[in-house]
Nanobody, 125 residues
Framework: QVQLVESGGGLVQAGGSLRLSCAASGRTFSNYAMGWFRQAPGKEREFVSSISWTGSNTDYADSVKGRFGISRDNRKNTVFLQMNSLKPEDTAVYYC??????????????????WGQGTQVTVSS
């Protein structure tokens, strides 16, 4: 059974940084693309970033490009989201997700099957 557990959320002032982690278990982590999504109150869930199974390809939403960085450590079955220059509009619950098939595309339109429970990120102005 695939399990994803996020950590690293919290309260930070605008301009600050946070690093989210997502620990995966239940299958061979290194075969699967990973993604980060977020959902703000009253809004739909949106794509933030994704990374290929090798880590060599990444994608970002325009709203976070240049500020966020996604990476993975396949030895530790963990994916990270480094968030810098945070803005109040980044406030949301952040979710880690992975696909149901190996070696998949990192396109935001790809299907992500498994989801973590989410971690709250709050950016104060």
């Amino acid at each position: 059974q695939v399990q994803l557990v996020e950590s690293g959320g919290g309260l930070v002032q605008a301009g600050g940084s946070l690093r989210l982690s997502c620990a995966a278990s239940g299958r061979t982590f290194s075969n699967y693309a990973m993604g980060w999504f977020r959902q703000a109150p009253g809004k739909e869930r949106e794509f933030v970033s994704s990374i290929s199974w090798t880590g060599s390809n990444t994608d970002y939403a325009d709203s976070v490009k240049g500020r966020f960085g996604i990476s993975r450590d396949n030895r530790k079955n963990t994916v990270f989201l480094q968030m810098n220059s945070l803005k109040p509009e980044d406030t949301a619950v952040y979710y880690c997700a992975t696909q149901g098939y190996p070696h998949g595309s990192i396109s935001p339109r790809s299907s992500f099957t498994y989801w973590g429970q989410g971690t709250q990120v709050t950016v104060s102005s």
